[in-house]
C-alpha cells in the first residue's frame, strides 16, 4: 500500500519539542513535495509547513522560528522538529506528497489536488 507513515507524536508540556516523522512506504518520495498539516478539535486542515523536491522549506506564520522541515530522501523520511510548543499546537498532524513539476516549488493549502498519499497522522498534545 502506498502512504506516508506519520511517527513521533505525543504529550510535551508547553516549551517543550517533539520531532515527527513522515516515512514513505510503498514508494521513493524524493520526486515528492512534501506538506505537513494539522487539524484540531473543531477546526479545518491547516497547512504549517511544506519542503519542495529541492530542500526549500516553507512555513505558516504562526510557527516560524520553531518548527523546522528537512529531509533525508536517503532514509525515505521527511522530518518535522517542533520547539518551543504551545498550546495551540495540540492537533493531529498529517503529511501529504505533492508530486508537481517544478523542483523548488511546494504549497501550504491542504486544497491542492495533487496531494496524496495522506498518512493516518500523530497525535500532538501540548499540555501542562
Known amino acids: 500500500q502506498l502512504q506516508f507513515v506519520e511517527s513521533g507524536g505525543g504529550l510535551v508540556q508547553p516549551g517543550g519539542s517533539l520531532r515527527l516523522s513522515c516515512a514513505a512506504s510503498?514508494?521513493?518520495?524524493?520526486?515528492?513535495?512534501i506538506g505537513w498539516f494539522r487539524q484540531a478539535p473543531g477546526k479545518g486542515r491547516e497547512g504549517v509547513s511544506c519542503?519542495?523536491?529541492?530542500?526549500?522549506?516553507k512555513y505558516v506564520d504562526s510557527v516560524k522560528g520553531r518548527f523546522t522541515l528537512f529531509r533525508d530522501n536517503a532514509k525515505n523520511t521527511v522530518y518535522l522538529q517542533i520547539d518551543s510548543l504551545k498550546p495551540e499546537d495540540t492537533a493531529v498532524y498529517y503529511c501529504a506528497g505533492d508530486r508537481n513539476p517544478f523542483p523548488d516549488y511546494c504549497t501550504l493549502d491542504p486544497r491542492n489536488r495533487r496531494y496524496d498519499f495522506w498518512g493516518q497522522g500523530t497525535q500532538v498534545t501540548v499540555s501542562s
Open positions: 510503498g514508494f521513493t518520495l524524493d520526486r515528492y513535495a
Open positions: 519542503i519542495s523536491q529541492s530542500g526549500k522549506p
